[in-house]
DNA sequence: GTTTAGGATTCG
């Protein structure tokens, strides 16, 4: 059949060239009955297709063939096709985007986008891909919007774009060589503001669509990836860069789109841009790093080089101090003869540090009576669970006003039960990823596959009135892949009716839930030992952090490869393996000393405070 | 009124 459709975009990618003769642009639109529909668009039009900019965008589509492919419906462009679209923003003004030079747009439809905005924001989870380069992550997939400020052929598979949102990126951005002159743009704004731009090679089919775009002009780039790297240059040990890659292909939407200069985003870009107090970043923040900017090399820098820059790239340090910047630096061997507990402000280089494996600096730490223990093995674990997991589900406790039971019998495993009780807000079941389950008797590969489809996971057995949380040698509460303990010492378990307490059932936030089920929770902590060396004296510090000094989160570190690639790099950024430690960075850190009697001796120890990696000038 | 693509991340 051909219908007129109305619907929110959730997925779209923006439109390319077929391998055919057209444009292709496939796009995934839902609405209030919460059926989806994927699209094919198909002309030889670019500006034919659906002008769709962002997921949330509101679409109506005219003459759409719906067909059946792989068992699934999907609709596709028949003649005479032709669409409108607006932005999904509730209270932006309703205003069409289309190529069409006559349509009908009543006081009906009016109602109808107003009516699938209102759904929308509740049902459809603002775009998070779309972020600013202050918020990049390294290895991250994420939509940039930027202005284009120059472009460059690298070779026939790869193209430059070099772009800036007005933002500074965590790390400094990777420079791609590029022969001479074969930049175009405005070489001394790009030199002016070279710290706010960012490098992106985009690969295969987006080396046509980058070639063909005009400098000065908006753009979206779908699905680009930050990966960071360590660079060796000639000055500097190493230092970490951050690289940009646009893909080959169109999977998750990859791609390059041109906005107009009427976008709304395009608008707040472009006051952000204009705001951008140039001269006051240049000074403070242009000269360590343009030392290793290669590719500016052929542009002379002008203007005389302050004093106080020229200090500053003289100070040049891996870590920077959080506060006490009022405090004199001590050299080591003062410190050394002085009586605990005392404050200090040192530079110094890191010789060595313990532990070298990372997971084994990843340990689980309680605020409360400052105990540390190790993170479970996920062996261990299975065990842990499996014990749990040998009481019989009591139907008894099933079903309640909390939530809804279901019961499963395993084949061929001993007739093993599992019991999962679905915690309802407000009497309703939420949907799975906003829901919290209860799991009876699962394994620990079963408790993860779970994890993965529901917001949280908390592993459970029958009690004589109440389910029970597990022993809390097992975490009390799972959330994707991250598993949060809590102390035994400090907690006193309270029954999972307690949960009842907690308003919003939907959210889910672990500290409320370890409050309400009596826990106290256990916090990850890097652990590890620095020895220190100024060349005065030699010096061991221990650092205990939970995000603050790497700006890392230690809960997350052992489950994300991205994270532990960087944790890696600054390590090596630090104690650079094959170098002389002449050549190490230097660290300025703040330490704490304090005493430690052990027996008739009294020793003096150091903890590294208020320090943290310095992003910006590494 | 053919084909293209038919959502589902990477060579760099």
């Known amino acids: 059949m051909i219908v007129n459709v109305y619907g929110v975009v959730k997925f779209f990618k923006p439109p390319y060239l077929s391998k055919g003769t057209d444009y292709c642009s496939v796009v995934t639109i839902v609405d209030q009955t919460h059926v989806k529909l994927t699209c094919l668009f198909f002309s030889g039009n670019y500006e034919a ?3 769709i900019y962002k997921n949330g965008d509101i679409v109506r589509f005219h003459r759409l063939k719906i067909q059946v492919y792989k068992k699934e419906t999907q609709g596709i462009t028949s003649s005479g096709f032709a669409s409108l679209t607006f932005e999904g923003t509730l209270g932006a003004p309703i205003i069409p985007r289309t190529s069409s030079k006559c349509f009908n747009f009543t006081a009906e439809d009016h109602k109808m986008v107003e009516a699938l905005r209102v759904w929308a924001s509740t049902h459809i989870s603002p775009s998070s891909t779309l972020v600013k380069l202050c918020d990049v992550q390294p290895m991250q997939y994420f939509d940039l919007t930027c202005q284009l400020l120059g472009k460059a052929e690298v070779d026939g598979a790869s193209f430059l774009l070099k772009v800036w ?18 930049l175009e743009g405005d070489l001394s704004h790009i030199h002016r503001v070279q710290n706010l731009t960012i490098d992106i090679l985009v690969y295969d089919n987006h080396v046509q669509v980058a070639k063909s775009l005009k400098v000065g002009s908006f753009l979206r780039i779908y699905s680009l990836h930050t990966k960071l790297q360590s660079v060796n240059s000639e000055n ?16 998750y939407g990859r791609g390059i789109r041109v906005l107009p200069e009427s976008n709304s985003d395009v608008d707040q870009l472009k006051k952000v841009l204009e705001s951008v107090d140039l001269p006051a970043n240049q000074c403070l923040e242009g000269i360590c790093q343009s030392e290793h900017e290669d590719s500016f090399s052929n542009i002379s820098s002008s203007g005389s080089v302050s004093l106080y820059e020229v200090e500053r790239c003289q100070q040049l340090s891996a870590t920077i101090l959080t506060d006490h910047q009022y405090l004199e630096k001590t050299p080591l061997c003062a410190i050394l003869k002085q009586k605990a507990p005392q404050q200090y402000r040192i530079r110094a280089k890191l010789r060595s540090y313990k532990p070298r494996r990372l997971f084994q600096s990843v340990k689980l730490y309680c605020p409360k009576c400052h105990s540390l223990q190790e993170v479970p093995h996920e062996g261990d674990l299975d ?11 009591d139907s008894k406790l099933q079903n309640t006003s909390l939530y809804d039971s279901n019961i499963w019998t395993t084949k061929d495993q001993g007739e093993r039960k599992v019991a999962v009780h679905f915690v309802k807000n407000n009497g309703i079941l939420p949907l799975s990823n906003d829901c919290l389950i209860l799991i009876e008797g699962g394994t620990l590969n079963e408790i993860c596959k779970l994890s993965n489809k529901f917001h949280s996971v908390i592993p459970v057995r029958s009690g004589h009135e109440d389910l029970e949380v597990l022993d809390l040698s097992a975490p009390f509460l799972i959330q994707g892949k991250i598993h949060h303990y809590g102390c035994k010492q400090c907690s006193s378990l309270r029954p999972i009716q307690n949960l009842n307490s907690l308003v919003d059932k939907t959210s889910w936030i672990p500290s409320s839930v370890a409050e309400v089920l009596g826990i106290v929770p256990l916090q990850h902590v890097f652990v590890m030992t620095f020895t220190l060396d100024d060349g005065t004296g030699v010096l061991e510090a221990y650092l205990m952090d939970s995000e ?35 050549a190490y960075p230097w660290l300025e850190c703040f330490i704490k000393s304090y005493n430690v009697t052990s027996g008739a001796e009294q020793q003096s120890c150091y903890q590294i405070f208020d320090t943290t990696v310095a992003e910006d000038l590494i």
């Open 548 to 582: 603050k000094f790497f700006q890392i989160p230690a809960s997350e570190v052992l489950i994300n490869d991205g994270l532990q690639q960087s944790m890696d790099m600054i390590m090596d950024m630090f104690c650079p393996p094959g170098v002389k430690i002449d």
């Open 383 to 393: 065990i842990i669970l499996q014990e749990g997991a040998t009481r019989t589900p």
């Open 236 to 251: 500097l040990a190493t230092f970490l860069a951050l690289e940009f890659h646009l893909h080959g292909g169109t999977s």
């Open 49 to 51: 297709l659906p002008m």
């Open 165 to 182: 949102d007005g933002t500074r990126t965590p790390f400094p951005s990777w420079r791609v060589l590029i022969q001479d002159l074969v």
